[in-house]
């Protein structure tokens, strides 16, 4: 299986701040036939199901604000909100789709 | 627009069973494969189980693999998760997914329904 980890656990960033988190898999992720990273990046809100924010490691999904940039390669990946803004607060979860089981980090909880 | 949603949660004794069951709406069901995930109170997300577009092809996760069944009805838009054997580590949010165009990331995520499993 391919074990996902973050950090940090939690981070507290004033609004418009940077917030950078980081996810690192235990093996690649890296689709050869194109290059392209099998990681995908959630938000989840108090209350909310998780919502998918970056796919194939830094490809924005649709109506995702552009202060959310995915970056990295192979087995270390980023996840950076340009300038917080408070309803940014949230956990974030990277997840692996290179191979079943599919596997999530553990989480990083962003607070104001 | 896509919709998934999840009914069939409820509270359940140990060793009992419940079946989820996933309306879906929105796109062309028969063509994607379709999964399980779970998320227990307070927890991260779990992958649970997967099952191919024509169904013949399962998937499970090992904390599951003997004790759950996916299935799908493609003629109705329907995906289905048989529970049985229930354990109080069971206890979660079960959420019903489809597949990203390109591949297994999620979008969109329903409700989820809630197993409670517990005397």
């Known amino acids: 299986d391919i074990v996902m980890t973050q950090s940090p656990d939690s981070l507290a960033v004033s609004l418009g701040e940077r917030a950078t988190i980081n996810c690192k898999s235990s093996r690649s992720v890296l689709l050869s036939s194109n290059n392209k990273d099998r990681l995908a990046w959630y938000q989840q809100k108090p209350g909310q199901p998780p919502k998918l924010l970056i796919y194939?490691?830094?490809t924005r999904e649709s109506g995702v604000p552009d202060r959310f940039i995915g970056s990295g390669s192979g087995t270390d990946f980023t996840l950076t909100i340009s300038s917080l803004q408070a309803e940014d607060v949230a956990v974030y979860y990277c997840?692996?789709?290179?191979?079943?089981?599919?596997?999530f980090g553990p989480g990083t909880k962003v607070d104001i | 627009e896509v919709q998934l949603v999840e009914s069939g949660g409820g509270l359940v004794q140990p060793g009992g069973s419940l079946r989820l069951s996933c309306a879906a709406s929105?796109?062309?069901?028969?063509?994607?494969?379709m999964y399980w995930v779970r998320q227990a109170p307070g927890k991260g997300l779990v992958w649970v189980s997967r099952?191919?577009?024509?169904?013949?092809?399962?998937t499970y996760a090992d904390s599951v693999k003997g004790r759950f069944t996916i299935s799908r009805d493609n003629a109705n838009n329907m995906l289905y998760l048989q529970m049985d054997s229930l354990r109080a580590d069971d206890t979660a949010v079960y959420y019903c997914l489809k597949r990203g165009l390109d591949g297994a990331y999620f979008v969109p995520w329903g409700q989820g329904t809630l197993v409670s499993v517990s005397s």
């Open positions: 099952i191919n577009p024509g169904g013949s092809e399962t």
């Open positions: 929105g796109f062309i069901f028969s063509d994607y494969w």
């Open positions: 997840q692996q789709y290179s191979s079943i089981p599919l596997t």
């Open positions: 194939w490691a830094s």
